[in-house]
């Protein structure tokens, strides 16, 4: 993994106004980043590359997005290791953590681990979109090739049909099925819903 240049970054620091924030404050701005405290709620529009956000006093109303759905890494800030405030800090969707007093140190390998965390599950999330997306239009491709026997064609002759469309119009395969599903489905329905 290659360690990114944080300097010129932005964090915001969803905490009530506390000492134990000073030097969270004091780290960021020594490794570059400029930092914002905000109580008790982020705005709808958050642009930010990091939030940290207090686990301890934190509520869901604070944040403008769905558990889970964070559009920047989130960093925890624990006090009290209460199972319960650590349970809703991870249904948060928190990619780091950050225990409080802060220290001196630590604030540097949350926020590394942090944006790791945070794009390896923009990376699994897309992976797994494209994968149902492929799924999806395998079951069109089945639809497809049913209809067309249907027609009266043997499976093969059903492929190949379906290639040949495909490659006179210069689709994809799960196009090209998606357009003999419409027109051969009986009960109208399109492919995939597409």
Known sequence: ???????????????RPHTAITALERQLAAIGLHSEVIWPELPAECDADFLFFDVDMGFDAQF????GQSPMPMIALI???????IEWSLARGAHAQLLKPVGDSGVYSALL????????????A?????LRDRLAGRETVVRAVMALVAQGMSDEDA????????????ESFEAAAERVVAQ???SGRRGNGR
Request: net charge positive.
């Open 159 to 170: 492929f190949a049909k379906l290639r040949r469309l495909a490659t006179d119009r210069r």
């Open 1 to 15: 993994m290659r360690i990114l240049e944080l300097a010129g970054a932005r964090a915001l620091i969803l905490h």
């Open 79 to 85: 006090g009290s290791e209460a199972p319960g405030r």
């Open 64 to 67: 403008p997005w769905p558990a």
């Open 126 to 130: 897309a992976e797994v979109a494209g």
């Open 113 to 124: 681990i942090a944006r790791a965390t945070y794009q390896a599950q923009a990376c699994y």
């Open 184 to 186: 051969f489905d009986p």
